[in-house]
T-cell receptor, first 112, second 112 residues
Framework: NAGVTQTPKFQVLKTGQSMTLQCAQDMNHEYMSWYRQDPGMGLRLIHY???????DQGEVPNGYNVSRSTTEDFPLRLLSAAPSQTSVYFCATNSRGTYEQYFGPGTRLTVT | GNSVTQMEGPVTLSEEAFLTINCTYT??????LFWYVQYPGEGLQLLLK?????DKGSNKGFEATYRKETTSFHLEKGSVQVSDSAVYFC???????????FGTGTRLQVTL
């Protein structure tokens, strides 16, 4: 099993460009989440999903869109990248009723 | 709202030294508490957890006790190894397991 995979590993964007960060899991977990990690700020929740077709906002949702059409995939979309979105992005999954979240390896995004 | 405060790092210790990383929290309701570890270049992994007051979580020689009276969940290890060098995050959840609130992280460096 691959667990939680994220692509790409690294990405550089210019201000105003759009892109999608991919997250896929083969653990059959109901819950999936996106976090961003910034120096001195820990991880902050962007969006999360409790099942296919259901998404909700986290602590810092502005500038990001998500959708969950399948259990396995939870893409994060940046419609118009800004330098403030330079960060490391982590996808995480967990099974309903459990607390252990399984994290992907992360995507390092730089917006110039 | 919920918040987690961790001691600032970096913490530098010699191998076999005793480790304490302080963590205090504020939360609505009755939180579950977690320590996650992030090794260089990787995503986060759950290290240990405690779901109610006075519970002790333990794993790989690390321990933390849920202290409701002092709203604390300090991480301890009696004898650290070089391989313990990583960033440690304290976190809590008061609702769905998808919504974790993280501290800012404490970097531990262990030297020979």
């Amino acid at each position: 099993n691959a667990g939680v995979t994220q692509t790409p590993k690294f990405q550089v964007l210019k201000t105003g460009q759009s892109m999608t960060l991919q997250c896929a899991q083969d653990m059959n977990h109901e819950y999936m989440s996106w976090y961003r990690q910034d120096p001195g700020m820990g991880l902050r929740l962007i969006h999360y999903s409790v099942g296919a077709g259901i998404t909700d906002q986290g602590e810092v949702p502005n500038g990001y869109n998500v959708s969950r059409s399948t259990t396995e995939d939870f893409p994060l979309r940046l419609l118009s990248a800004a330098p403030s979105q330079t960060s490391v992005y982590f996808c995480a999954t967990n099974s309903r009723g459990t607390y252990e979240q399984y994290f992907g390896p992360g995507t390092r995004l730089t917006v110039t | 709202g919920n918040s987690v405060t961790q001691m600032e790092g970096p913490v530098t210790l010699s191998e076999e030294a005793f480790l304490t990383i302080n963590c205090t929290y504020t939360a609505t309701g009755y939180p579950s508490l977690f320590w996650y570890v992030q090794y260089p270049g990787e995503g986060l992994q759950l290290l240990l957890k405690a779901t109610k007051a006075d519970d002790k979580g333990s794993n790989k020689g690390f321990e933390a006790t849920y202290r409701k009276e002092t709203t604390s969940f300090h991480l301890e290890k009696g004898s650290v190894q070089v391989s313990d060098s990583a960033v440690y995050f304290c976190a809590l959840s008061t609702g769905t397991a998808s919504k974790l609130t993280f501290g800012t992280g404490t970097r531990l460096q262990v030297t020979l």
